[in-house]
């Protein structure tokens, strides 16, 4: 059978999926900003989704609150629509007929993660800026409704990245497009989050283990019975597995705020110190917190980094390294809106840090084994804890 003949018995049988498994299908894709403006529209199918169903959307969010926003899934009058929000950014897929919400919760967080990491940030100016390309990865990666590429390793040797050289040829040669003309190699593999005919300057392996990490993993039997993990590495950094602590001892550091209000002012005091000695320098700190709304102006500093307050009113607090000779400490006033006397909404603080050569749940990696190995590989441990989801209320 020659090339034709196969590319047409490949076509053939996905359409035949395709006409068993409609009722599987996305027929639209929106982006919106956090204002409610469309930022980008995809439709997917024949049947054509209109733009209204975004008005009705946000106006449910309006009137139902922000914590609807947490719903992955809302059925409107015509349409089942899924979201999911990413740095201020709402990916909205709609449907008119019922499929398996997981489906399109998880593909729309896929195309969250290969645009965050194509344009190496995620924001309403990132994605106007880059308009075309996130219009190409999005025809790559779904088809028809059906997701189809969504590997990023594939991806990337499909559709060049922005980069400066790309953005001044696309200007001298006029073409916009940034699609290849050859298929990776890597589609036709059984492992196709890996390149094929790798080569290297130097083979090295190391294993990182970082306390902050998101996977979904299956086949677990190794695991559970001895506590090893059996898998083919991708090219570059990647998750292995996610792993959650029920009691862990202490917290290596404390914030503690304290807030005084009388007569229309109220005093602020934050001190951070050490908890429980890691025994390794605790560095990247960073305490952030948002001023209530009834606040009218502020006047903060601190005797160590640095205070800013934006214009959101959310003010960051940027310590770096904990010094050795002095707990750090940030005071001020806050000036409230004429007719309160005292502060009665209290903010709540969000707490970074980094911890290097450490792992605060006890957990070690006993040897790192590699099978059919090209070469000799270097291989390596590296410890890190960093904060995550680290709040502290006031």
């Keep these: ?233 991708p090219d570059g950094q990647f998750t292995l597995m996610s792993y959650r602590v029920k009691k862990l001892k202490s917290t290596p550091i404390y914030v503690k705020p304290q807030f005084t209000s009388d007569s229309g002012t109220c005093r602020v005091s934050v001190l951070v110190g050490i908890r429980n000695d890691p025994g390794k320098s605790i560095d990247n700190i960073a305490v952030q917190f948002k001023l209530p709304p009834c606040v009218k102006s502020s006047d903060l500093s601190s005797n160590y980094g640095s205070v800013n307050v934006l214009a959101d009113k959310t003010c960051s607090w940027t310590i770096g390294r904990m010094p050795k000779d002095k707990a750090p400490s940030m005071s001020g006033t806050l000036v409230l809106e004429t007719g309160m006397d005292r502060l009665h909404v209290f903010p709540t603080f969000q707490v970074g840090f980094r911890i290097m050569g450490v792992a605060l749940s006890g957990l070690k990696i006993d040897k790192l084994d590699l099978k059919n190995p090209l070469s000799r590989p270097h291989k390596g441990f590296r410890a890190l804890t960093r904060g995550g989801e680290f709040q502290v209320r006031s």
């Excluded at 999005?138 to 990337?156: A, K, Q, S, V, W």
């Excluded at 001298?172 to 196709?192: E, H, I, K, Q, Y």
């Design 1 to 233: 059978m020659d090339w034709n003949s196969r590319a047409s018995a490949v076509w053939n049988s996905l359409y035949k999926f395709r006409e068993q498994n409609r009722e599987n299908m996305m027929q639209c894709i929106f982006l919106l900003s956090d204002s409610g403006e469309v930022l980008l529209e995809k439709q997917l199918t024949g049947h054509r989704v209109d733009r209204a169903i975004c008005d009705w959307f946000w106006d449910h969010i309006l009137t139902q609150g922000e914590s609807l926003k947490l719903v992955p899934v809302i059925a409107s009058p015509t349409h089942y629509l899924f979201q999911v929000v990413r740095e201020g950014i709402t990916f909205l897929a709609c449907t008119q007929v019922e499929m398996p919400p997981l489906m399109a919760i998880e593909f729309l967080c896929r195309v969250a993660d290969v645009l965050l990491n194509y344009l190496d940030g995620l924001n309403e100016d990132v994605i106007k800026d880059n308009f075309v390309i996130v219009y190409e990865l999005l025809d790559e990666m779904i088809d028809n409704g059906f997701p189809l590429t969504t590997e990023p390793n594939i991806l990337r040797e499909m559709i060049a990245p922005p980069n400066i050289v790309s953005k001044v040829l696309s200007v001298v040669t006029g073409s916009t497009s940034n699609v290849s003309n050859t298929l990776p190699g890597a589609t036709a593999s059984c492992v196709p989050w890996r390149k094929t005919d790798l080569k290297h300057a130097t083979n090295e392996v190391y294993v990182d283990l970082v306390e902050e990490m998101d996977a979904t993993i299956n086949r677990l039997r190794p695991w559970e019975a001895n506590q090893i993990l059996s898998f083919v590495p």
